[in-house]
């Protein structure tokens, strides 16, 4: 015999039918549906897709813009930190330091350096 709620309940009482098991799993899916929709649309960013109108055949192409979305690379090592960095210094025309190789470090705008790398690194 169980107890629940003050009541003496007989040795089925911890049992369910299918209705309840049924109306428990569909509670459960909607809640899985829901945290599935939030992880989904986490970062919801509208943009209104871009359209090009070609005369010649009368069709219109529609660009999406997550077709634009750059992937982002993932770095696996220290070493590959290291590769990037000195990549993008030789792209913008900087030494080891960071400073720009044809000037003196005294003539250096720090400013100037940023808008460099920022230029260089999109």
Do not use: C, W
């Not at 109108?53 to 997550?66: A, C, F, L, M, N």
């Amino acid at each position: 015999m169980f107890l629940y709620r003050g009541k003496v309940l007989g040795t089925r009482a911890m049992s369910y039918d299918m209705r309840q098991l049924e109306r428990m799993n569909a509670r459960l899916q909607r809640k899985i549906n829901i945290l599935k929709m939030f992880t989904d649309h986490q970062k919801f960013n509208y943009e209104q897709p871009k359209m090009t109108y070609d005369r010649e055949t009368g069709d219109v192409h529609i660009h999406d813009p997550k077709d634009d979305i750059k992937e982002k690379r993932i770095i696996n090592s220290i070493d590959e930190v290291f590769e990037q960095k000195k990549a993008l210094f030789a792209e913008a025309g900087l030494d080891a330091d960071g400073l720009p190789k044809d000037q003196k470090p005294e003539d250096v705008d720090p400013s100037d350096i940023a808008k460099k790398l920022k230029l260089v690194a999109e």
